[in-house]
């Protein structure tokens, strides 16, 4: 899987409170209309710039907070194909996956990226680009069962094809 879009940068410990406030999480179920705050918090503006395809870069401890599945499907729902950070909180980390949504881990990548580059990330071969800045990382990839997640879309999905 090649995932390939621009960047946008966010900082450390960036909570799932912050990923999408819980006065919206609570009012709906609708994931599209929750996708329309993603990140409200953190920058007003920030959901109805993303697009379908770009990557968030980001610091340490993303996605600490509570374990609802909530904020990685809003992410994923808002466009965002992968996110790129230096660390994870563990239950944000599985909730992702669960959603077919990519969370790779690279040391200090944060460091190397700037708002609009362009992101290339390798899921197969575990090479994250900026191409814009020509550098690449390298990181271990998913085995082989967590990539056929992926490939369908997270793990309800992957249950689902199991059937057939």
């Given at each position: 899987?090649?995932?390939?879009?621009?960047?946008?940068?966010?900082?450390?410990?960036?909570?799932?409170?912050?990923?999408?406030?819980?006065?919206?999480?609570?009012?709906?179920?609708?994931?599209?209309?929750?996708?329309?705050?993603?990140?409200?918090?953190?920058?007003?503006?920030?959901?109805?710039?993303?697009?379908?395809?770009?990557?968030?870069?980001?610091?340490?401890?993303?996605?600490?907070?509570s374990?609802?599945?909530?904020?990685?499907?809003v992410?994923?729902?808002?466009?965002?194909?992968?996110?790129?950070?230096?660390?994870?909180?563990?239950?944000?980390?599985?909730?992702a996956?669960?959603?077919?949504?990519?969370?790779?881990?690279?040391?200090?990548?944060?460091?190397?990226?700037k708002?609009?580059?362009?992101?290339?990330?390798?899921?197969?071969?575990?090479?994250?680009?900026?191409?814009?800045?020509?550098?690449?990382?390298?990181?271990?990839?998913?085995?082989?069962?967590?990539?056929?997640?992926?490939?369908?879309?997270?793990?309800?999905?992957?249950?689902?094809?199991?059937?057939?």
């Amino acid at each position: 899987m090649n995932l390939r879009g621009r960047v946008w940068v966010l900082g450390d410990h960036i909570n799932t409170d912050a990923i999408i406030p819980a006065k919206y999480k609570f009012r709906t179920g609708d994931f599209k209309e929750l996708a329309k705050h993603v990140f409200e918090d953190l920058d007003p503006t920030l959901a109805s710039k993303i697009s379908k395809g770009d990557i968030i870069i980001a610091g340490r401890n993303f996605g600490m907070g509570s374990s609802r599945e909530h904020a990685p499907r809003v992410i994923k729902e808002a466009g965002i194909s992968v996110i790129v950070a230096c660390s994870f909180a563990r239950i944000f980390f599985r909730n992702a996956i669960n959603v077919g949504l990519p969370v790779i881990e690279v040391k200090g990548i944060n460091k190397y990226f700037k708002e609009g580059d362009i992101a290339a990330v390798d899921l197969e071969k575990g090479i994250v680009k900026n191409e814009t800045t020509g550098i690449e990382f390298k990181f271990s990839p998913y085995p082989s069962f967590i990539m056929n997640v992926m490939r369908v879309g997270g793990l309800a999905a992957y249950r689902k094809s199991l059937k057939k």
